[in-house]
């Protein structure tokens, strides 16, 4: 069965004037409800390892674009640049019309507006004229597609005007058969251009149980100015808490080998010290900067190993790690005792135990920059954590 829906999609009609490429923006948009602090705004038409700063989200939610053409940081920009058929996203049609000024003008699109905070994404913006309209690919074809607009950002090598009509024959014995049309009227001038890109009829079908609809007329249109219907869509998916230890962590004065040397413990509650090792290589551990102690009384043993990740973004990464893999509790029995996740004196400790061997291996975090590894033979976890008790880290911080 075949359904057509026409539907008039009416909005401001805007006139552009293909005058100058995009220059800094003078009417600010701005993030509804927007709580997340001062942020930069990136975009990388030219690989995520090449982010190019475009502008800044203030704390109350102002976008404030400062579109800078200067490219000459980014090494072999051309190897990211297609056609501007190609960059607009005309690819296959089974009837095409092309007017194009410069045939040898290349451009890099970018849909993505990223934001950045500590120099690393935190989040998108995504501009639309509604939200549902981001869900207008992949499987949501398979329901119902929104109307509206969306816009984008170009870098173009060179002024080109590009005009065409892409015409695709959509067919589906029974169920569908229509032409989906796509309009292209760009103006590039060199730099940065904004495109609108607009979704102005569907094609609603259905097949028994099966509904869906698909893109029928679309318009791609170069721009000077952000439509004033243009919203502002915020996807943030940083965890704020673990963002702000790892900056303070990145900010801090690593321990230095003397100071480990001053501070180490003769004994540590009943055992005692038999060795230690500083800057030891450890495994799966991208820093040196830990102090390896052991200590002994009979048969009872104690490897520790403290790991100081400050300075180091690999080792404050296993630091939050540890940090969210302790965030709940869990325990799963094993055939030789457990391995679980608790509290333990207010501090969030993962637990290793095989009681048939009287192993436990206790891993944890402690004033707010050490890694902390305990290995045991012959005690318990409420045994072990104990004798970590008599630890004063505090001592190894003070200089």
């Not at 709580?35 to 990388?44: A, D, P, R, Y």
């Not at 207008?136 to 005009?163: C, P, Q």
């Not at 800057?279 to 009384?297: A, D, H, I, S």
Request: proline fraction near 4%.
């Amino acid at each position: 069965m075949k359904t057509k829906t026409y539907v008039l999609f009416l909005f401001i009609f805007i006139y552009f004037q293909p005058c100058k490429a995009q220059q800094t923006q003078t009417e600010l948009p701005i993030i509804e409800n927007y709580t997340k602090g001062e942020l930069e705004l990136k975009v990388t038409p030219f690989g995520l390892e090449n982010p190019i700063s475009v502008g800044k989200v203030t704390a109350d939610g102002t976008i404030h674009f400062n579109w800078n053409s200067d490219i000459s940081s980014i090494k072999d920009p051309q190897f990211f640049m297609s056609s501007i058929k190609n960059t607009v996203g005309m690819t296959f049609c089974n009837d095409k019309e092309i007017e194009q000024s410069n045939e040898e003008a290349k451009a890099s699109n970018t849909k993505e507006l990223l934001l950045y905070k500590y120099g690393q994404p935190v989040g998108a913006l995504y501009p639309a004229t509604q939200k549902e309209i981001e869900d207008n690919t992949g499987e949501n074809r398979y329901k119902s597609l929104v109307l509206g607009s969306t816009i984008s950002w170009a870098y173009s090598d060179s002024d080109v005007v590009f005009k065409a009509k892409c015409t695709v024959n959509m067919e589906r014995e029974n169920v569908y058969d229509f032409k989906e049309v796509t309009s292209y009227t760009i103006h590039f001038k060199k730099g940065w251009n904004i495109i609108l890109n607009t979704l102005l009829e569907k094609e609603d079908w259905k097949n028994g149980e099966e509904l869906g609809s698909l893109p029928k007329t679309m318009t791609k249109t170069s721009i000077t100015k952000i439509p004033t219907t243009i919203n502002w869509y915020l996807n943030y998916w940083a965890n704020d808490e673990l963002l702000e230890i790892k900056h303070q962590l990145l900010t801090k004065t690593p321990i230095t080998k003397e100071h480990y040397e001053n501070w180490l413990p003769k004994k540590l509650g009943k055992l005692e010290r038999t060795g230690y090792e500083i800057g030891k290589e450890l495994e799966r551990m991208p820093t040196k900067n830990n102090v390896n102690l052991l200590f002994e009384k009979g048969s009872k043993k104690i490897d520790l190993t403290i790991v100081d990740c400050a300075g180091n973004k690999d080792a404050v990464s296993a630091y939050t790690l540890i940090m969210d893999m302790a965030s709940r509790d869990w325990k799963d029995n094993t055939e030789t005792g457990y391995n679980s996740a608790t509290e333990m004196d207010g501090k969030r400790v993962m637990t290793e135990y095989n009681e048939k061997e009287a192993k436990t291996i206790l891993n944890y975090n402690a004033n707010g920059r050490f890694l902390i590894k305990a290995e045991a033979i012959d005690l318990t976890p409420e045994e072990l954590w104990a004798t970590l008790q008599n630890l004063q880290l505090e001592k190894l911080i003070t200089p």
